[in-house]
């Protein structure tokens, strides 16, 4: 498991080590935490190395003996793309090509992937289907993306890889270190008298609670069969920012002055709706737990009850 | 002009020259031939430098001044990417990062790219549409494509690019240096008794006469006003790759044995059928003025009048 102790990561090793499985995780912390693999590091089935994705020969050596790699490292940082535009390219393809060549020195052919909603760039389709429209590619977060998926299919292709691709909306939930929740909740920490929104509020997005996604990729890996395999991942409903503001105020028992910084996006390569047809996973037999709104909710619970997730990046 | 000692890169230089424009040609030989821009070197208004284009600062530096970059430097050798994995990577995707870094050091923001309707991967629909289904994509050449355009039309969105994205089927005609034409008539020199077809011999592709070719990227290059301006360029018709074998055995009056090494596909990540809609650059009043047929005659008779082109790669 590259990204092991990230968000979605750490998350998907304790179900697989719940479900019996032996797990190597491979992080370089740079955006990983250690607490998240507290519970993980107590079980002999687990092991973690500390490494980057850019050292191929120590990634080569740590993948030797494994059956299927999950890659969720990446760079998840998807409104700075234009502040750095190689990080991207980077850390979300060219290491993906080293991930792929890794499996291939070790004999390893089976890979999960964690890609994005955001290939769909601006959809013209909604909710959006995993054979929308060939899109246009707005932001260099997602098309890095694109090209790392595409890097899986052709190896599907060209050595005989399975792949299994999970395209995302944003996901909620326990050990969530980033996104508009994480934002607002550190902001109204700040000054709950104030809360600055990027964009005019009314962008639309999907969300999906942590263990609901975690779910879905363990349905679609033990039953999807082709040799590539996509799947988006959210759920049947979308929210507007200011409707999950509101939620989140509520909770928070605060009535901030909202300050729009204006236009229909957030930032540059922000897309205003997000909403992604998920029937194909559905048809596997997997259904979401929790909606969008008791998703925004576990979130803050989870951020209030562990302030340090929020200090460390304040 | 990245690539201007290639063939459709020399190609459009002598147009661009031709319609009274200056020219910095860039290229770092590793399959341009010199002699294509003996023409274009007798002109004043063209300068050539040698370079690679992972060399930043060379490039940086020789793109001062310009208004405008055409972007045709590529690994076009779309059959052998699962040999060397990376090469698709660097030379397509890696290096057009480059350009687009050094243009935007220089404050150029427009660009023509020379992509590939292998872009489409397997095709479900024909003629296909530039907006066809979301492709999974099947061979590394067509995804390090994919991740170029797509770099390119996040600096489009981010830094206020203009981007002209061709997606090529193969093309055809003087200077014509590797593809099915190039093949067959190499191996039928050195023994005309006997021809190795790859695959069946019933794929089917569509092919577009170099001048047509250039005439339609100066069209839209003239015409075209959106941000992000992506045209399939092709012809409306397609051939088996028996008809073609055909076409070019009774020009070189010889009846081969035809041995075929069977299979849809003549590689790993080949496409048996590739027919573009051209509907949209048909739109801006483009017509091709050669046939398939004629197309690969004419390419025929170029190769026969230079054999040095025909030697320098046996």
């Not at 922000?270 to 029937?279: E, K, S």
């Not at 989870?302 to 302030?307: D, G, V």
Request: net charge negative; proline share 4%; charged share 20%.
């Amino acid at each position: 498991m590259t990204g092991a102790a990230g968000f979605i990561g750490s998350n998907l090793v304790d179900r697989l080590l719940a479900d019996g499985n032996k797990v190597v995780g491979y992080d370089n912390f740079s955006t990983g935490r250690r607490p998240f693999l507290a519970s993980a590091l107590r079980s002999p089935n687990f092991s973690l190395v500390e490494g980057d994705l850019l050292d191929t020969e120590k990634l080569s050596r740590v993948m030797a003996g494994c059956e299927m790699v999950f890659h969720l490292a990446a760079n998840a940082d998807v409104r700075f793309g234009t502040h750095h535009p190689f990080r991207d390219l980077e850390q979300n393809t060219i290491v993906t090509y080293n991930v792929l060549e890794a499996m291939r020195a070790n004999g390893i052919r089976k890979i999960a992937f964690s890609s994005t909603g955001s290939v769909y760039g601006e959809a013209t389709i909604f909710p959006t289907p995993e054979n929308a429209p060939f899109p246009v590619q707005t932001s260099l977060y997602g098309n890095s993306k694109v090209a790392a998926e595409g890097l899986i299919s052709s190896y599907c292709e060209g050595f005989g890889f399975q792949g299994f691709i999970f395209r995302f909306v944003s996901i909620l939930g326990e050990r969530y270190t980033h996104g508009h929740v994480f934002d607002f909740y550190q902001k109204l920490l700040a000054d709950p008298s104030r809360l600055e929104v990027l964009g005019n509020g009314r962008q639309r997005k999907s969300y999906l609670y942590i263990h609901d996604c975690i779910d879905a990729v363990m349905v679609a890996v033990g039953k999807a069969t082709e040799p590539v395999n996509i799947f988006n991942l959210g759920q049947d409903e979308y929210c507007e920012v200011n409707q999950s503001i509101g939620w989140i105020c509520r909770r928070l028992n605060v009535a901030p002055e909202l300050i729009y910084t204006g236009g229909e996006r957030g930032w540059i390569g922000d897309n205003p709706f997000i909403f992604l047809d998920c029937g194909r996973i559905r048809s596997l037999g997997w259904t979401p737990k929790l909606s969008i709104q008791d998703g925004v909710v576990a979130t803050l619970e989870y951020l209030i009850a562990n302030p340090w997730v929020v200090e460390a990046r304040s």
